[in-house]
RNA sequence: GGUGGGAUGGCAGAGUGGUUGAAUGCACCGGUCUUGAAAACCGGCAAGGUCGUAAGGCCUUCAGGGGUUCGAAUCCUCUUCCCACCGCCA
């Protein structure tokens, strides 16, 4: 959520921003709406102030053993006013805070301006893609041929874009998993934490899924509890409703969760393959920073998650969102592509994003500064990586023309020194 | 699921209708003392909103909602969460 007082004070500022990001924000409605909810504030509290005044003097009255009738009669009637305004305030203030939680975070002024995906800017790449002296496979093809990648039985049990992995299909799956939670904990030092899968709507709104992305969530309605769409939700939730000393900042958290999303726009899109699933497994990197330090903390945070590419031998690059494509609520997003020569191209792995305050703010995350003033930190987070993609991407990258896949060197240890895919 | 007990400031913990935004202790910050530290002593120490150029004023907040009352941390009511015991259970 913005700064309401912000946006007040840099209307045309605010509005210009948000323009560069394509979204469509009736400022107007906010001034109107801020504007009302202030006169009404003017209003009753000064009515407030007449009853505290009051209240006490009759108190005083009362003390005396003096008839303070009248001036009861005189309150009552203020009562029935300031219940109605008070009421009118709840009124518009509900309606304004329903408002501002539509309304996305502003561009980071590094980002580059841009409509859409075409549009964003590629910072930097590494490795090459592999020169194939065949005709690849694809990671489907491979996984089916080696009895790993059971799609049709994945539907049988939940749905299609479900997966059952088997075999070293799945022992690749752990070994990354705990590749990548070893080497952001031990090298990069993250905390690890693994934290519920399910979560209230409170951690939704916090991290910015709702009000406005409820359709993307699988919830059970019982009891009113969402299946986390990525461990971003839980993971900055911990430090919900808190205020943190600053000396122990840059906060960092790593979790591997499962992950869930409806794909409800997405009908027809990548049905083949682990590319885009309903569940799927993601290593995330978490941070809570001085805002001071956010920006260098995302570069950081998007080396820590690069590095898991690099040790696994992966060509990718490295893209800076444009202001057309930066999701919801973040100011700035780098994401990761690794090379999949089935698609020809680059997709996405991981996605490190500074939400500067906007999460915070929803969230109601602070911190004390050394002069003792509270206020709101910085949230970063970004994949580090997502499983699936990059189990797709190894057995793309790193097939041979026999058939067989190579197990990258760092994973072996993980799986019981094997080497090969193979039939 | 059943019964009972709880929810107060960073923490612990008083407070059952009228200077209680909240005693006291701890923690924290500043000072005195000390070669330095500790102890002791003195002082300070909630957050949010709103008006104001500012100084500062005012309002709100004792889990959350609703109610009683001139006035609620205190009374009533619902909800949520926590704890204990019972039942069930990986």
């Known amino acids: 959520m913005l700064d309401v007082r912000f946006v007040r004070q840099n209307l045309e500022a605010v509005r210009e921003a948000l323009r560069s990001r394509g979204a469509e924000v009736d400022l107007d409605r906010f001034t109107q709406l801020d504007g009302r909810r202030r006169e009404l504030l003017v209003e009753v509290e000064q009515l407030k102030s007449v009853r505290n005044r009051t209240s006490e003097e009759i108190a005083e009255l009362k003390r005396a053993g003096v008839d303070a009738r009248e001036k009861v009669l005189a309150m009552r009637r203020l009562s029935e006013e300031i ?116 979560v209230n709507p409170g951690c939704m709104t916090g991290t910015g899924q709702l009000p406005k992305f409820a359709e993307e969530l699988y919830r059970c309605a019982d009891d009113d509890l969402y299946l986390i769409p990525t461990a971003e939700v839980p993971v900055t939730n911990i430090h919900r409703d808190e205020i943190l000393d600053e000396d122990i900042l840059p906060l960092k958290y790593t979790a591997y969760t499962p992950c869930f999303r409806r794909e409800a726009g997405a009908a027809g899109k990548e049905t083949r393959g682990v590319i885009r699933q309903h569940q799927f497994n993601k290593v995330e990197l978490v941070k809570f920073a001085r805002p001071e330090e956010s920006y260098d903390e995302l570069e950081k945070l998007t080396h820590d998650a690069e590095e898991v590419l690099q040790r696994l ?37 991981s996605s490190c ?40 991407a190894i057995l793309e990258n790193f097939q041979r023309e026999d058939g067989s896949v190579v197990i990258p060197e760092v994973l072996r240890s993980h799986m019981g020194g094997a080497e090969i895919i193979g039939k």
């Open 353 to 392: 994003s500074n939400f500067e305050s906007f999460q915070a703010r929803r969230a109601n995350i602070r911190y004390r500064t050394e002069n003792k003033k509270v206020r709101f930190i910085h949230t970063l987070n970004g994949s580090g990586l997502a499983i699936g993609r990059t189990l797709a």
């Open 313 to 349: 031998g992966l060509h990718y690059r490295v893209i800076a969102l444009c202001t057309g494509d930066l999701g919801f609520s973040a100011s700035k997003t780098y994401d990761l592509e690794v090379w999949m020569p089935s698609y020809n191209t680059y997709k996405e792995v």
């Open 83 to 198: 219940k109605k305004l008070d009421g009118e305030i709840a009124g518009v203030e509900a309606v304004l805070t329903d408002f501002m939680l539509g309304v996305p975070n502003l561009p980071h002024q590094s980002v580059p301006f841009g409509r859409d995906e075409k549009d964003n800017a590629v910072v930097r790449s590494w490795g090459d893609p592999p020169a194939f002296e065949f005709e690849p496979k694809s990671h489907w093809d491979l996984g089916t041929s080696f009895d790993i990648l059971d799609f049709k039985r994945g539907v049988k049990l939940a749905e299609s874009r479900f997966t059952l992995l088997k075999g070293l299909g799945a022992q690749l799956e752990r070994a990354l998993i705990n590749f990548m939670l070893d080497l952001h904990t031990r090298e990069h030092g993250y905390v690890e934490v693994f934290p519920p899968i399910l």
